[in-house]
């Protein structure tokens, strides 16, 4: 598991240094800059693994780190041989490795595997690759690396990112990159469920994982994070197992697997359906049963009219509001505000201007 990056603040570091400590069945992992201090910030926790990272791409070699290429091989095995030195395992990772020169990054990573790391992490930092890319990549480094365990993270930008680490997992890389709901900058990484139930359902692969508690898992992230859930999003969303549509519903009555492609309690969530302008009378009848309400055919199809009209007849307005306000909540919840960090400043004895209105 990797816990965090120590060296960004005090209390990142007690909690990474907590869990390091928790005794967990886990081998637990800090991530550090090839710079020293962020490498003894790690050692310090006493986590059993370091993820050493750096720029990969000329792209961010020479605009984020203002370096060379050679300055990057040398802070990178200096770590690199620092952290094997005090008795840590190091995973050497690049970032935007799949818009570098793969000549560079496979001399990089064979130069820190010489140094002792165990693994290269392969990152596909902005999300720009697809399936066949990625399959291509990994074809071609395995044949040029120094053997080495070959670990893929990737970034959600174009919503491909597990379909990404599927696609590395079968050019036999073995460790790829999740979080629990796809957590991450911008748009995210592979989803931890979406990968693990593909894997499990799809290819009938057995992870290991107990995949009942994935959604109380899901639940349990977004509480502590305080970052909701996408209402569609596969799985674990609100509508994953909903039912609106009078097609659907009757198909799934007499049957789940009509239109649900795993059963919602394998992973310990339950189908519902939901009652708008879609609804059939099946469904209806359904929950009328569930209430211990006898009606005629008739009287069903009453209710799914004034069901219907009633759905349609509801103003927008309420949606809309709410939507500002879970905007706004958002905004909130991931840092500090235009007017929070205003304040700040001052406290740090900077005079900021309030910018204009848009």
């Known amino acids: 598991m990797d816990v965090g990056i120590p060296v960004v603040s005090k209390e990142e570091a007690r909690g990474v240094r907590a869990i390091a400590d928790a005794g967990l069945d886990a081998t637990i ?3 550090a800059r090839t710079v020293r201090k962020d490498v003894d910030a790690c050692i310090d926790c006493g986590v059993d693994e370091i993820a050493l990272f750096t720029a990969g791409s000329d792209l961010h070699i020479r605009h984020k780190l203002g ?3 050679a300055q990057v091989k040398e802070v990178a095995v200096r770590e690199t041989e620092y952290a094997v030195a005090h008795g840590v395992d190091v995973s050497f990772v690049t970032e935007d490795t799949f818009r570098a020169d793969l000549d560079f990054v496979v001399d990089l990573y064979n130069a820190c595997t010489n140094a002792g790391a165990h693994r290269a992490v392969v990152c596909d930092t902005v999300g720009v690759m697809t399936p066949p890319g990625i399959r291509w990549f990994f074809g071609q480094l395995k044949e040029r690396l120094v053997p080495t365990e070959l670990s893929f993270h990737g970034h959600n930008d174009f919503g491909l990112a597990v379909a990404n680490s599927l696609a590395a997992v079968e050019e036999g890389v073995l460790v790829p990159h999740t979080c629990v709901n796809g957590l991450g ?74 239109y649900e492609p795993i059963q919602p309690e394998r992973i310990g969530r339950q189908r519902t ?32 009219s004034l069901i219907k009209d009633f759905s349609e007849a509801r103003s927008k307005k309420d949606q809309q509001d709410f939507i500002r306000s879970f905007r706004d909540r958002v905004d909130r919840q991931r840092g500090v505000t235009d007017d929070e960090f205003r304040s700040l400043a001052e406290k740090a004895g900077i005079a900021v201007r309030k910018p204009p209105k848009s």
């Open 67 to 69: 370096m060379t290429r």
């Open 273 to 304: 359906f939901v009652f708008g302008k879609h609804t059939g009378s099946l469904a209806v009848a359904e929950k009328l049963r569930s209430y211990g309400a006898e009606a005629t055919p008739d009287q069903v199809l009453r209710l799914v």
């Open 29 to 31: 992992m800090a991530a």
């Open 185 to 258: 900058e911008r748009s995210g990484n592979a989803s931890f469920e979406e990968l693990v139930l593909a894997l499990e359902a799809l290819y009938e692969y057995d992870t290991g994982i107990e995949v009942s508690r994935l959604y109380e898992l899901s639940q349990l992230v977004e509480r502590l994070s305080g970052i909701p859930i996408g209402v569609a999003k596969p799985l674990v969303g609100h509508n994953a197992f909903a039912h609106e549509s009078g097609i659907h519903a009757h198909g799934v009555i007499k049957h789940t697997a009509t």
